[in-house]
């Protein structure tokens, strides 16, 4: 029986770090590291935010869909998860809340660079 809750302990730890790994991944753009979600598409922060806290709402989140945390994901290496006013959860990254941008048709897209001012791509350290 010991062996079983080990071995289950084991699992459901692995598919926790799975969560989380599978939500986002590093990619090379121009020679520059930088976040993706799981398929490819550029990661955004946005000046707007507060370190911890989304505030990008309704419009804003139609442009700029939020990078949603599923349910029992966890915080690991820099990245947390922001609870929005919705009540869903979203990925950020050092604290700054991290979204797609609908204009980005594919992978490595990365138009909403700059836009506004105040959306930026989120680099890898």
């Not at 966890?74 to 990925?91: L, N, P, Q, Y």
């Not at 490595?108 to 791509?121: N, Q, R, Y």
């Amino acid at each position: 029986m010991k062996t079983i809750t080990v071995g289950l302990a084991a699992l459901l730890l692995s598919t926790v770090a799975s969560l989380a790994a599978d939500a986002w991944k590093e990619a090379d753009v121009g020679g520059t590291k930088i976040y993706t979600n799981a398929k490819g598409m550029t990661l955004y922060t946005y000046d707007k935010d507060e370190k911890g806290k989304s505030n990008c709402d309704d419009k804003c989140a139609a442009n700029w869909p939020p990078l949603k945390a599923e349910a029992g994901a966890k915080a690991s290496e820099g990245w947390t998860i922001v609870k929005r006013t919705d009540g869903t959860k979203m990925w950020a990254y050092d604290g700054k809340p991290v979204y797609t941008f609908i204009k980005d048709k594919k992978a490595g897209d990365v138009s909403g660079d700059g836009v506004a001012g105040v959306w930026h791509i989120a680099k890898a350290d």
